[in-house]
């Protein structure tokens, strides 16, 4: 970055060709663990052994995955169908929730709501895991041990969320259109339903998209509170990985189908996705 | 707040539908001004009843039952017991707690301080006039959008003592095979890789866009006042930067400090001992094997909860003075 050359006229620095050698470099680092995982999902297991390391894919990706699937106690299947249901569940409602609860802080005048909002804010600061074990006695209590609503409910909203759409809509829905609605005779549910959600639709779908990948990530919660017999995937991986440590291309195989729903959805949205982290910060 | 002190609105952008019945005028106006009034309590208590129940409840109750023993499968039929702050107690004078602060501190460091690092160069260098610029951020930030579990199982192989890929570069360093899970160095070295590999390009980013909210004119009386590229970044880009800085760091030291899964899975992946001797066994490890791997122990680990939030705390307030102070 200390190229010597001072800055342009322009807008911004013109980059030189060293600021493309260090970010090039950056992405080859970024994106190598993900092409040496594909390359172990697609090779015979003696690949894993061979020096230098094998660079270029193999053939065996359908045997090393069908040996997944051949394994009852993964439960890999049924883990993928867990996340999706999971994932699913917990999106729309964070989403409806969030643009509900952001418009109401927004646009909607009530008692103690900067104080509400506040609480919200703190909230997001205090680690969720001083909370990890009562919760899970309460699980045990009514009876989700092992069972989906143990890993839906306690996620159904967030603080984050709320946050994220109050600032979205505060900016982008004008009072004036919000006014001519009610003078029409709307309630506000009707305002949220008809004038504030198609407003905000682009921020809700940053929203949803990240709450889907939080939720698909997740590893220490669903652990906790699930076995291998009723998993999530990032379940099911672990226990690939534990118990099956030796068949590389096996638990790679299983990695990787893991993780492809995740980069297609991030190819497809990631300017949305880097969007939305980024005016986050600015506004946070 | 009422409608008629509002000044004349403009014309409606959604038309009205024209055959609506009109209500009774008074009954009307009652239902509107409920609607006004509650309505917005109603829009919120979904996230007050979700966080209270499962998020404020739990955090209460976890306070309370560090200062009891606790067994967590059969409270319901045999009740706790008040010991005051025995639990506290035991935990200054457990060597393995000590061992996992130990851990957990040693691994945000050496994980915490070349990624913030490596993060403001990127930004530095993405906060410029380029080809490519969407490619070249998604490919910073795709590491972040995997999940914790892949990145560990991936990254132990790379760590092979035999056969993986670092120490297959390493080599041609003159350096000879590293045994990366038998030591606390090189435990720890791996497993700040792999939360720096996740982390940097997300925390690039939000330093990109801190960059970017900085106001050009201030670059370009910089550039007149004769600064150089690397004192305008000294002169301009720090001190604007600060606030998310703070916030960057501030993250990273809650997330950073609950370290679980990358040491977890990095060791073998179902149990939280984090090594044979303990190597990178973290305080979220040592309190989930107080808790939920002996369930009779729930009180103990409670408290290494508490401890927890407490160290959270403090760092994260002591950084918030320390930024603060260097701005002055």
Known sequence: ?284 | MSLSVKTPPVPPARVQPPGRPRRAATRGAWLNRLDLKGSPYLYIAPFFLVFGAFGAYPMLRTIYMSFNKWDLVNERTQGHTFIGLKNYVDLIHAPYFWNAVQNTFGIFVVATVPQLAMALFLANLLNRGLRARTFLRMTVLVPNVTSVAAVAIVFGTLFQRDFGVINWVLHFFGVSPVDWHAYKWSQWTAIATMVDWRWTGYNTLILLAGMQAIPKDLYESATIDGAGQWRQFWSVTMPMLRPTFLFVTVTSIVGGLQLFTEPVIFNNGYNVLGGTRREAQTLTMYMWENSLDNTNKAGYGAAVAVALFLMIIILALGNYLLVRRTAK
């Open chain 1, 1 to 284: 970055m200390t190229t010597g050359k001072s800055s342009q006229s322009g807008r911004l620095w013109r980059a030189s060709p060293l600021t493309y050698v260090a970010l090039i470099i950056a992405a080859l680092l970024s994106l190598y663990p993900f092409y040496y995982m594909f390359i172990i999902a697609t090779r015979a297991l003696d690949a894993i052994n061979s020096t230098p390391p094998p660079f270029t894919p193999g053939s065996a990706f359908f045997a090393n995955f069908g040996r997944v699937l051949t394994k009852p106690d993964v439960n890999f299947w049924l883990g993928l169908r867990n996340s999706v249901v999971v994932c699913t569940v917990i999106t729309v409602s964070v989403v409806l929730t969030s643009t509900l609860a952001g418009f109401a802080f927004a646009k909607l005048r009530f008692r103690g709501r900067n104080a509400l909002l506040l609480t919200i804010l703190m909230t997001m600061m205090i680690p969720t895991q001083l909370g990890l074990i009562p919760l899970w006695g309460m699980m045990l209590d009514l009876g989700w041990y092992d069972n989906l609503a143990a890993v839906i409910v306690p996620f159904l909203t967030s603080a984050f969320g709320v946050f994220m759409m109050r600032q979205y809509t505060a900016s982008a829905v004008s009072d004036e259109l919000i006014e001519a609605a009610r003078v029409d005779g709307c309630t506000t549910l009707r305002i949220y339903w008809n004038v504030v959600l198609p407003a905000v639709l682009p921020a809700a779908a940053v929203l949803g998209l990240l709450t889907f990948m939080a939720q698909w990530n997740d590893f220490l919660w669903p652990r906790a509170i699930l076995t291998p017999e009723h998993p999530t995937l990032q379940v099911s991986l672990g226990f690939i990985s534990y118990g099956y440590y030796t068949d590389y291309s096996m638990v790679f195989a299983a990695t990787a189908v893991g993780t492809l729903p995740l980069i297609l959805v991030f190819v497809a949205f990631g300017r949305q996705i880097i969007g939305g982290i980024m005016e986050g910060a600015v506004k946070a």
